[in-house]
């Protein structure tokens, strides 16, 4: 199962991806505990390339692809930040 969400690089996305991450992960079965450490996790990486990884103010599209098989939980980030 793969799902895709694509977010502005603004802070207050944040809460879309924890939903997506919840929702996603509630899907394929994995624990709420689970899902919580992983938005943590996208958190940090979001938060961090929103804050530090543009050079000007405008909009941006950052994409965070999951995928789980096989009991693997994978997120991939996709930006166009200033690599970092």
Request: include cysteine; charge should be negative; hydrophobic fraction near 40%.
């Amino acid at each position: 199962m793969t799902k895709t969400v694509t977010i502005r690089n603004d802070l207050t996305e944040l809460e879309t991806i924890h939903e997506a991450i919840t929702g996603f992960l509630a899907e394929v079965g994995a624990s709420r505990e689970f899902a919580e450490e992983m938005f943590l996790v996208a958190e940090e990486v979001l938060a961090n390339t929103i804050s530090y990884g543009y050079v000007d103010d405008g909009d941006h599209e950052i994409k965070l692809t999951m995928m789980c098989e096989d009991r693997n939980f994978t997120m991939r980030f996709a930006d166009d930040a200033a690599p970092y």
